[in-house]
């Protein structure tokens, strides 16, 4: 599929692709959709082995923050950023971060660029000095590190689960298995465990694990076990694509409910079959989206108040998608009505209105 029809398939308004010579960098952005507002998401750090792969993949993502600004009720659109690095692991550099600034800039606020995978509050700093429209950095650029906010939102989503199933909210002695112990993973960790909830943790860094068991006490497996640990509640918070038609006949979990942006390699058949084994998905763009609540929040001009009750409000968001579901073929299908139902009422909210320009 060429690249005209991939944007048409997936809705999307514009895709931009950029290189600087002095710096050697090639960027690609998407904004998928500016229909609630302004677009906010963030910039991705990733040696793509292709530059379809590049492509697909910041389609693919632009796509879901669409939704998650949907389903998060903020008056913001859908837009992401790739990197394409000319290997793994290639060194961040202000030049480097400062021609990813410009390139943003030329959007002229269509797109608010912020820190996804491989991206740093420094490398935002150095963005900043370049555009006002980036959110997440810590100097330049209000915000900082989104992570606690992402995480306090996933337990909203696993308390809207359990009351779906008909148990008790409470954490305590529910045991969850958490794949992957990073920015987001070490305050569910915290969150959890100060809930009173049995914690179990892997991580492919073994550094990470050591200093988690270490601090709070929790148990660990191998990386390759900790999908298919038997657990009340599975929190993939690692990468995407984890949870495919080999991987879930082998989960023993009741829920799962995580922090990975797109966790089932193919949504639509994925989510089906984990009906089908008695496995309730929490979709992970309602429980993941604290982060983007808070970042967009701030750019919007709301309140604390205002961004830690749309925090908690993604547990009845929650409730209302998991109940949804039932006349539907999955929660993954219902979490789109639901989006889709949002973005068809348009911008219903005069304050965010007048912030969002
Ligand atoms: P991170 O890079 O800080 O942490 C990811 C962790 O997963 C790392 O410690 C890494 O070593 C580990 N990991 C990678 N492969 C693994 C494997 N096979 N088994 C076990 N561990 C593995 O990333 P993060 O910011 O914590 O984000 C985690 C996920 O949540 C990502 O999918 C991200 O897109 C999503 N997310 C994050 C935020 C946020 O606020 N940071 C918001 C929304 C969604």
């Given at each position: 599929m060429?690249t005209?029809?991939?944007?048409?398939?997936?809705?999307?308004?514009?895709?931009?692709?950029?290189?600087?010579p002095?710096?050697g960098v090639r960027?690609?952005i998407a904004v998928?959709?500016?229909?609630?507002?302004?677009?906010?998401?963030?910039?991705?750090?990733?040696?793509?082995?292709?530059?379809?792969?590049?492509?697909y993949?910041?389609?693919?993502?632009?796509?879901?923050?669409?939704?998650?600004a949907?389903?998060?009720?903020?008056?913001?659109?859908?837009a992401?950023?790739?990197v394409?690095?000319?290997?793994?692991?290639?060194?961040?550099?202000?030049?480097?971060?400062?021609?990813?600034?410009?390139?943003?800039?030329?959007?002229?606020?269509?797109?608010?660029a912020?820190?996804?995978?491989?991206v740093?509050?420094?490398?935002?700093?150095?963005?900043?000095?370049?555009?006002?429209h980036?959110?997440?950095?810590v100097?330049?650029?209000?915000?900082?590190?989104?992570?606690?906010?992402t995480?306090?939102?996933?337990?909203?989503?696993?308390?809207?689960?359990?009351?779906?199933?008909?148990?008790?909210t409470?954490?305590r002695?529910?045991?969850?298995?958490?794949?992957g112990?990073?920015?987001?993973?070490?305050h569910?960790v915290?969150?959890?465990?100060?809930?009173?909830?049995?914690?179990?943790?892997?991580?492919?860094?073994?550094?990470?694990?050591?200093?988690?068991?270490?601090e709070?006490?929790?148990?660990?497996?191998p990386?390759?076990e900790?999908?298919?640990v038997?657990?009340?509640?599975?929190?993939?918070?690692?990468?995407?694509?984890?949870?495919?038609a080999t991987?879930?006949?082998?989960?023993?979990?009741?829920?799962?409910?995580?922090?990975?942006?797109?966790?089932l390699?193919?949504?639509d058949?994925?989510?089906v079959?984990?009906r089908?084994?008695?496995i309730?998905?929490?979709?992970?763009?309602i429980?993941?989206?604290g982060?983007l609540?808070?970042?967009?929040g701030?750019?919007?001009?709301?309140?604390?108040q205002e961004?830690?009750r749309?925090?908690d409000?993604?547990?009845?968001?929650?409730a209302?998608?998991?109940?949804?579901?039932?006349?539907?073929?999955?929660?993954?299908?219902?979490?789109?009505?639901?989006?889709?139902?949002r973005?068809?009422?348009g911008?219903?909210?005069?304050?965010?209105?007048v912030?969002?320009?």
């Amino acid at each position: 599929m060429n690249t005209f029809e991939q944007m048409i398939e997936r809705g999307h308004e514009r895709v931009c692709f950029h290189q600087d010579p002095d710096s050697g960098v090639r960027v690609i952005i998407a904004v998928h959709s500016t229909r609630l507002g302004n677009a906010l998401g963030g910039t991705r750090r990733w040696h793509y082995a292709t530059e379809a792969d590049a492509l697909y993949d910041v389609l693919r993502l632009s796509e879901g923050m669409t939704l998650k600004a949907a389903v998060s009720d903020l008056a913001m659109g859908g837009a992401k950023s790739v990197v394409l690095l000319p290997r793994p692991g290639h060194p961040i550099t202000e030049a480097e971060a400062r021609a990813v600034g410009r390139f943003v800039e030329t959007l002229d606020g269509a797109y608010i660029a912020a820190a996804d995978v491989g991206v740093t509050s420094q490398y935002v700093d150095w963005m900043a000095m370049e555009t006002d429209h980036v959110m997440g950095g810590v100097r330049r650029s209000r915000g900082g590190d989104p992570s606690p906010h992402t995480a306090r939102g996933t337990v909203n989503a696993m308390r809207a689960a359990l009351a779906h199933l008909g148990q008790s909210t409470s954490l305590r002695g529910l045991t969850v298995a958490i794949q992957g112990i990073g920015h987001v993973g070490r305050h569910l960790v915290r969150l959890l465990t100060g809930h009173g909830a049995r914690v179990i943790v892997s991580d492919i860094d073994t550094d990470r694990v050591a200093s988690v068991v270490d601090e709070f006490g929790v148990t660990s497996v191998p990386p390759n076990e900790i999908l298919s640990v038997e657990c009340d509640v599975l929190a993939p918070c690692a990468l995407g694509g984890v949870i495919d038609a080999t991987m879930s006949p082998r989960l023993r979990c009741r829920i799962i409910a995580g922090a990975a942006n797109n966790m089932l390699d193919d949504p639509d058949e994925d989510a089906v079959a984990l009906r089908n084994q008695g496995i309730l998905y929490a979709p992970d763009l309602i429980a993941n989206a604290g982060g983007l609540i808070h970042l967009a929040g701030l750019y919007l001009g709301l309140t604390e108040q205002e961004i830690d009750r749309k925090i908690d409000n993604i547990e009845s968001t929650m409730a209302t998608v998991l109940h949804e579901s039932e006349s539907l073929p999955s929660t993954y299908a219902a979490m789109i009505a639901y989006a889709d139902r949002r973005i068809a009422q348009g911008n219903t909210s005069s304050k965010e209105q007048v912030h969002a320009g």
